[in-house]
């Protein structure tokens, strides 16, 4: 099995910083992408920020020059920095990953349980 466990969301005021991770373990030959999502409570699910093998990298426009995702292939792990953070950003973040297991080099899509981003002052 792959689990994917995400930290470091919180409370933060308008213009705050916070800075998530994701971590992937178990069954894992290989990531081939990686992505944060996130889901306000009425609201559906969005991407926020994917990164593709080879390092292509899409954002949401709503975030473009706001955040920054970066990967960590040697540790399996996921990161987001958020930074001039706005109300609006105020969602459950999770972590996604598209990955290739040991076992029988099947490829499957997998997502963390979500950390709570709050924007308020």
């Known amino acids: 099995q792959v689990q994917l466990v995400e930290s470091g969301g919180g409370l933060v005021q308008p213009g705050g910083s916070l800075r998530l991770s994701c971590a992937a373990s178990g069954s894992i030959f290989s990531i081939n992408a990686m992505g944060w999502y996130r889901q306000a409570p009425g609201k559906e699910r969005e991407l926020v920020a994917h990164?593709?093998?080879?390092?292509?990298?899409k954002y949401a426009d709503s975030v473009k020059g706001r955040f920054t995702i970066s990967r960590d292939n040697a540790k399996n792990a996921l990161y987001l920095q958020m930074n001039s953070l706005k109300p609006e950003d105020t969602a459950v973040y999770y972590c996604s990953a598209r990955v290739v297991r040991i076992a029988d080099r099947g490829i499957g899509d997998y997502w963390g349980q979500g950390t709570q981003v709050t924007v308020s002052s």
């Open positions: 990164i593709f093998i080879g390092s292509s990298i």
